[in-house]
């Protein structure tokens, strides 16, 4: 191998390394590319190819791009790295050889070729160490243009003759920064001349004023000029000779100010000013302060005083400013000069912002009041089922030997019960609204179904006070509905329970669905309706019925109770769900509210549920896996469902509860009673450690939450999960047999 000779010995050895290439015809890029080549099949026990690849490899790592080229005629390329190709877009040394015709001059954008060699030749010759720099424009294979810094040297090589190489770097971005740059400084640089031109222009004024003038007066005219920005009426007098002279005059003032204007004095000016111009109010506080003495008095302790004040043209009243400043000697105080502006904007941004102080205060004021009535109704009707479920419970220990009695006293706990657990959902569900965590949801569902759902709900209460509920749905063409079940069931049952709750005894509650209007796309127009013939709504509360815990006052005195959150949750649903909400009342007669939504007409019918008795008795054959780690809920779920003739198999915790699936065989449970909060495992992490088991009957067990965990946002991650159902604690024993049945039959159980 050839010994390099040159100072530059790392360019002089590659370059060997490169002749050595050509001897052994040993293609550049095929040694590029070592990653898809054996080290046999590269090198075939060649040392020089071996050191060619390593320098080669150590020339491609360099993170800037490294060109070398024959310094002659031609410029012929002798060798690119790897970040050069990716500067142009090439992936290969052949690509970029066809691309560039092989020559720097091809590399070089046409329009800058000549100028660069030409700054390469001066640059070289004026330096002793055969350095140059230039920059430069190149053409892409996209055919999109960059600028690139380019530091070069020029060399003679023993293997290949004189050469240079260089390194080049992307100035694309530098460049456009350079350009902004200078822009930006012209642009300040022109802003600087303009302002020296002002400058010299007030100074040439400045001068020929200054030979005109004295120097008491040249200081009243620096003052003036400061005055001038913002004063729309500029004054000048003299306390001691009682003289006025203006500058700049509003409307207003010029009337002080005639042909004869110089015969007026000062206190003349301020008398006849005043009286015209200042509002009545305000007139001897005005003449106070622009007394001589008065502001010589002010002036004693500061240059300048100001003051506000209101002025009355016909019926407009303006706010306006007076300033007087001190232009003759601090000692003794003479010449001043007074400055006019208005103050309307300004005056007026301050009662704007006061007045937004004030309603912000209210607002918090009544969130206070309203809050704090919350809570005392909270506390009122949260005692009331509370006292009733241990007053019962009482009663029902001492008449333990009378099975009647407790009997009774039980069915009474349960409606305490009951009642106290409502008041809890619809705090919770007004807090989904304030979250905004509630979100319209389209599935196919009946009109008539969730009616019928809702007064079966309802129908106790109603029936306790001997209310007749009346429904109307003759008009009801399309029944079968593409909607929101829940929030539509919510919209009818806080507008029904709400009609009964104010309702008194042996009245009425109507309720009417009427479809209004078919419209294009299976769309149609629906009026929901509620009338009662309840104590009513006073007129100024009417305005206040959708917000959150509002409740009239007379409502506390007719013995009726509630949260005041449960037409705030309908007015929510129903705006989210695009639709509009009125109500109109006659206190003592009775209130109707009318509901319009537009909805999707569901123009196939309703899939037939299976038979649920059926699944019922095919479920209670089979063990149901119950997961719970709450000792007393275990008891009491295991309770009820045994007492319905259900087997169970119960664990506390939802590691256990994915071992116990794992070991089982397929059949041994019909279906899963998830809890979601529990130690170990929650539900949510156990659903889907199931679903991932790798026997598939094992893991499309049918899965339903049974947890305390009521927020919509809960039930949305339990069936992301991979559960089939969220039910809410307390258990509602009719709703969990219709899910356990629906979940069973969707997945092909029976």
Same mark, same amino acid.
């Given at each position: 191998?050839?010994?390099?000779?040159?100072?530059?010995?790392?360019?002089?050895?590659?370059?060997?390394?490169?002749?050595?290439?050509?001897?052994?015809?040993?293609?550049?890029?095929?040694?590029?590319?070592?990653?898809?080549?054996?080290?046999?099949?590269?090198?075939?026990?060649?040392?020089?190819?071996?050191?060619?690849?390593?320098?080669?490899?150590?020339?491609?790592?360099? =993170?800037?791009?490294?060109?070398?080229?024959?310094?002659?005629?031609?410029?012929?390329?002798?060798?690119?790295?790897?970040?050069?190709?990716?500067?142009?877009?090439?992936?290969?040394?052949?690509?970029?050889?066809?691309?560039?015709?092989?020559?720097?001059?091809?590399?070089?954008?046409?329009?800058?070729?000549?100028?660069?060699?030409?700054?390469?030749?001066?640059?070289?010759?004026?330096?002793?160490?055969?350095?140059?720099?230039?920059?430069?424009?190149?053409?892409?294979?996209?055919?999109?243009?960059?600028?690139?810094?380019?530091?070069?040297?020029?060399?003679?090589?023993?293997?290949?003759?004189?050469?240079?190489?260089?390194?080049?770097?992307?100035?694309?971005?530098?460049?456009?920064?350079?350009?902004?740059?200078?822009?930006?400084?012209?642009?300040?640089?022109?802003?600087?001349?303009?302002?020296?031109?002002?400058?010299?222009?007030?100074?040439?004024?400045?001068?020929?004023?200054?030979?005109?003038?004295?120097?008491?007066?040249?200081?009243?005219?620096?003052?003036?000029?400061?005055?001038?920005?913002?004063?729309?009426?500029?004054?000048?007098?003299?306390?001691?000779?009682?003289?006025?002279? =203006?500058?700049?005059?509003?409307?207003?003032?010029?009337?002080?100010?005639?042909?004869?204007?110089?015969?007026?004095?000062?206190?003349?000016?301020?008398?006849?000013?005043?009286?015209?111009?200042?509002?009545?109010?305000?007139?001897?506080?005005?003449?106070?302060?622009?007394?001589?003495?008065?502001?010589?008095?002010?002036?004693?302790?500061?240059?300048?005083?100001?003051?506000?004040?209101?002025?009355?043209?016909?019926?407009?009243?303006?706010?306006?400013?007076?300033?007087?400043?001190?232009?003759?000697?601090?000692?003794?105080?003479?010449?001043?000069?007074?400055?006019?502006?208005?103050?309307?904007?300004?005056?007026?941004?301050?009662?704007?912002?006061?007045?937004?102080?004030?309603?912000?205060?209210?607002?918090?004021?009544?969130?206070?009041?309203?809050?704090?009535?919350?809570?005392?109704?909270?506390?009122?009707?949260?005692?009331?089922?509370?006292?009733?479920?241990?007053?019962?419970?009482?009663?029902?220990? /001492?008449?333990?030997?009378?099975?009647?009695?407790?009997?009774?006293?039980?069915?009474?706990?349960?409606?305490?019960?009951?009642?106290?657990?409502?008041?809890?959902?619809?705090?919770?569900?007004?807090?989904?609204?304030?979250?905004?965590?509630?979100?319209?949801?389209?599935?196919?569902?009946?009109?008539?179904?969730?009616?019928?759902?809702?007064?079966?709900?309802?129908?106790?209460?109603?029936?306790?006070?001997? $209310?007749?509920?009346?429904?109307?749905?003759?008009?009801?063409?399309?029944?079968?509905?593409?909607?929101?079940?829940?929030?539509?069931?919510?919209?009818?049952?806080?507008?029904?329970?709400?009609?009964?709750?104010?309702?008194?005894?042996?009245?009425?509650?109507?309720?009417?669905? /009427?479809?209004?209007?078919?419209?294009?796309?299976?769309?149609?127009?629906?009026? $929901?309706?509620?009338?009662?013939?309840?104590?009513?709504?006073?007129?100024?509360?009417?305005?206040?019925?959708?917000?959150?815990?509002?409740?009239? /006052?007379?409502?506390?005195?007719?013995?009726?109770?509630?949260?005041?959150?449960?037409?705030?949750?309908?007015?929510?649903?129903?705006?989210?769900?695009?639709?509009?909400?009125?109500?109109?009342?006659?206190?003592?007669?009775?209130?109707?509210?009318?509901?319009?939504?537009?909805?999707?007409?569901?123009?196939?019918?309703?899939?037939?549920?299976?038979?649920?008795?059926?699944?019922?008795?095919?479920?209670?054959?089979?063990?149901?896996?119950?997961?719970?780690?709450?000792?007393?809920?275990?008891?009491?779920?295991?309770?009820?469902?045994?007492?319905?003739?259900?087997?169970?198999?119960?664990?506390?915790?939802?590691?256990?509860?994915?071992?116990?699936?794992?070991?089982?065989?397929?059949?041994?449970?019909?279906?899963?009673?998830?809890?979601?909060?529990?130690?170990?495992?929650?539900?949510?992490?156990?659903?889907?450690?199931?679903?991932?088991?790798?026997?598939?009957?094992?893991?499309?067990?049918?899965?339903?939450?049974?947890?305390?965990?009521?927020?919509?946002?809960?039930? /949305?991650?339990?069936?992301?999960?991979?559960?089939?159902?969220?039910?809410?604690? =307390?258990?509602?024993? =009719?709703?969990?047999?219709?899910?356990?049945?629906?979940?069973?039959?969707?997945?092909?159980?029976?």
């Amino acid at each position: 191998m050839k010994k390099y000779t040159t100072e530059y010995g790392l360019i002089e050895y590659m370059l060997t390394l490169l002749q050595t290439l050509d001897q052994k015809h040993t293609d550049l890029d095929h040694l590029m590319e070592y990653e898809r080549n054996t080290e046999e099949e590269l090198f075939g026990g060649s040392q020089e190819l071996q050191m060619a690849y390593e320098v080669i490899r150590f020339m491609d790592e360099m =993170p800037g791009g490294f060109l070398i080229y024959h310094a002659d005629d031609a410029e012929e390329i002798i060798y690119a790295n790897k970040a050069l190709l990716r500067i142009f877009q090439c992936d290969t040394m052949m690509e970029f050889r066809e691309l560039t015709g092989n020559s720097f001059r091809g590399f070089v954008h046409h329009e800058d070729l000549n100028a660069i060699e030409k700054s390469i030749r001066e640059q070289i010759a004026a330096s002793q160490y055969d350095l140059d720099y230039v920059e430069y424009r190149i053409i892409r294979k996209d055919g999109s243009i960059r600028w690139v810094d380019d530091y070069g040297h020029y060399i003679h090589s023993d293997a290949v003759g004189d050469i240079f190489y260089v390194f080049i770097g992307d100035a694309t971005e530098k460049r456009k920064r350079a350009l902004l740059e200078k822009a930006n400084w012209m642009k300040e640089k022109k802003k600087e001349e303009q302002k020296m031109q002002k400058l010299m222009d007030e100074i040439e004024v400045y001068d020929q004023e200054r030979k005109l003038i004295n120097q008491e007066h040249l200081r009243r005219l620096e003052v003036i000029k400061g005055l001038s920005v913002n004063y729309e009426t500029i004054l000048y007098a003299d306390l001691e000779t009682d003289q006025i002279l =203006p500058y700049r005059l509003s409307s207003r003032t010029k009337v002080q100010f005639g042909e004869k204007y110089q015969k007026r004095s000062f206190l003349w000016y301020v008398e006849d000013y005043v009286r015209t111009w200042v509002h009545p109010e305000e007139q001897e506080i005005v003449l106070g302060r622009t007394l001589p003495e008065y502001i010589k008095k002010e002036l004693e302790e500061n240059k300048t005083y100001y003051f506000n004040y209101r002025i009355q043209d016909e019926d407009e009243i303006q706010y306006l400013q007076l300033r007087i400043v001190n232009v003759g000697s601090p000692d003794r105080i003479s010449q001043i000069v007074l400055g006019y502006r208005g103050m309307d904007e300004e005056v007026q941004r301050e009662i704007e912002q006061k007045q937004m102080l004030e309603e912000a205060l209210n607002s918090a004021n009544l969130a206070i009041v309203a809050k704090n009535t919350f809570l005392s109704n909270m506390s009122h009707d949260m005692r009331t089922p509370l006292n009733a479920i241990f007053g019962y419970t009482t009663l029902a220990r /001492k008449s333990i030997h009378d099975s009647g009695a407790v009997s009774n006293y039980l069915d009474k706990i349960e409606e305490s019960s009951r009642q106290f657990l409502e008041l809890i959902d619809k705090v919770l569900e007004i807090s989904w609204t304030e979250a905004n965590d509630t979100r319209i949801t389209e599935s196919e569902c009946n009109l008539n179904d969730i009616l019928a759902d809702v007064i079966r709900h309802l129908d106790p209460q109603a029936s306790k006070k001997e $209310i007749q509920i009346n429904l109307d749905t003759a008009s009801l063409e399309d029944s079968n509905i593409l909607a929101d079940r829940e929030k539509l069931r919510q919209i009818f049952l806080h507008l029904t329970g709400n009609a009964i709750t104010y309702t008194r005894p042996g009245g009425n509650v109507d309720i009417s669905v /009427k479809e209004l209007e078919k419209q294009i796309n299976h769309y149609a127009v629906y009026q $929901i309706q509620v009338k009662d013939t309840g104590i009513g709504i006073s007129k100024e509360f009417l305005d206040h019925i959708f917000e959150p815990f509002a409740r009239e /006052k007379n409502t506390t005195y007719s013995g009726v109770h509630g949260t005041g959150v449960g037409l705030t949750i309908v007015k929510h649903i129903v705006d989210l769900m695009d639709g509009t909400i009125e109500v109109s009342s006659v206190v003592d007669e009775g209130t109707v509210f009318t509901i319009t939504l537009r909805l999707r007409i569901q123009n196939k019918p309703i899939e037939e549920a299976a038979d649920m008795d059926v699944i019922l008795d095919y479920i209670m054959n089979q063990t149901i896996l119950l997961v719970e780690d709450n000792e007393i809920n275990v008891e009491i779920e295991t309770e009820i469902l045994q007492g319905l003739g259900f087997q169970l198999k119960s664990v506390s915790d939802g590691r256990m509860a994915v071992d116990a699936v794992r070991q089982s065989e397929p059949g041994d449970f019909v279906l899963i009673l998830m809890d979601i909060q529990m130690p170990v495992m929650d539900g949510w992490q156990a659903t889907r450690e199931i679903r991932r088991l790798e026997n598939a009957e094992l893991a499309d067990i049918p899965i339903i939450a049974l947890s305390a965990d009521a927020f919509e946002s809960d039930e /949305k991650k339990s069936i992301q999960c991979g559960m089939d159902a969220h039910l809410t604690k =307390p258990i509602d024993i =009719p709703l969990l047999l219709d899910t356990m049945a629906a979940a069973v039959h969707n997945h092909g159980l029976i």
